[in-house]
């Protein structure tokens, strides 16, 4: 499933693509269930013309504000395998490709979508769509006082609360394992069991492991431009019981927290 660094590097990988300034001309949808509130038809008229201004994202969701007369806010959730590509129309297209939006200038966005689990809008504002939503690791308010307030008193473990994405939007359960793995925090810990210098730890681990996953894109993006990869292991632990800890060999343990497969060094994570 996309998590953070998946859903910012098809951004990134958008904004590189020139989408800024191009002009939709229309929308082939073959999957009705994915174009939520209005119809297929109303959506595709409602693109029609308009003018792509930028390429935000707000936790998992691309929004794409538009010019013109209309809703304002084209938005897309790429679901459970989701991808956009912008490609050449005269390209054949990935045959798990749901719906493409041609642009004036010979290509079209596809929304390769293998699972349907995919969402598209087309709205006045990002929030009459958008959940309302913690901060991100990277934003200022995201500071070591609210995520130790926002853990006391929680006897969850510690990565349930982190996967709950109350204390912190956008990491699933990759990148929970893996600033938990960072921090060296046992995942089953209770949230309110962390100190003061684990919890700043913990929210160092976080921005560090998003910062590294953001790197490795960037850099497959440059080396593998006009064709980067959507999925990469982007993370410093093996998710493998057999393999050792990078940092004392021990072998990794695979434990469920939650129902969600769990990662961890029993030696470095305490
Ligand atoms: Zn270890």
Redesign the pocket.
């Known amino acids: 499933m996309p998590e953070l660094p998946e859903v910012e590097n098809t951004r990134r990988n958008l904004v590189r693509a020139g989408l800024p300034g191009c002009t939709i001309t229309g929308a082939n949808i073959t999957w009705a269930n994915t174009v939520k509130k209005i119809s297929p038809p109303e959506l595709a008229a409602g693109l029609k013309d308009r003018t792509i201004q930028d390429v935000q994202r707000r936790g998992k969701f691309l929004i794409l504000p538009l010019s013109g007369s209309g809703p304002a806010n084209f938005i897309v959730h790429l679901g459970m395998t989701g991808r956009l590509l912008v490609q050449s129309q005269s390209q054949a297209p990935d045959p798990l490709t749901r719906h493409s939006f041609p642009l004036d200038d010979g290509r079209e966005i596809r929304f390769v979508d293998g699972r349907k689990f995919g969402k598209l809008w087309l709205v006045d504002s990002p929030g009459e769509v958008l959940p309302v939503m913690s901060p991100e690791p990277f934003d200022d308010e995201f500071t070591v006082e609210t995520l130790a307030e926002s853990l006391a008193g929680k006897k969850a473990p510690i990565k349930a609360l982190i996967l709950e994405q109350g204390i912190a939007c956008g990491l699933g359960n990759l990148y929970a394992d893996e600033s938990l793995f960072l921090a060296g925090i046992h995942p089953e810990r209770p949230g309110s069991d962390l100190s003061v210098d684990e919890v700043a730890h913990l929210r160092q681990s976080m921005i560090d492991a998003l910062t590294a996953a953001y790197g490795v894109y960037d850099r497959a993006r440059d080396q593998d431009w006009p064709n980067p990869p959507t999925a990469m292991m982007t993370w410093s632990h093996p998710r493998d019981a057999a393999a050792p800890?990078?940092?004392?060999?021990?072998t990794m343990t695979n434990i469920r927290v939650r129902a969600r497969g769990t990662y961890f060094?029993a030696?470095?994570?305490v």
């Open positions: 800890c990078p940092n004392c060999g021990t060094c030696k470095c994570q």
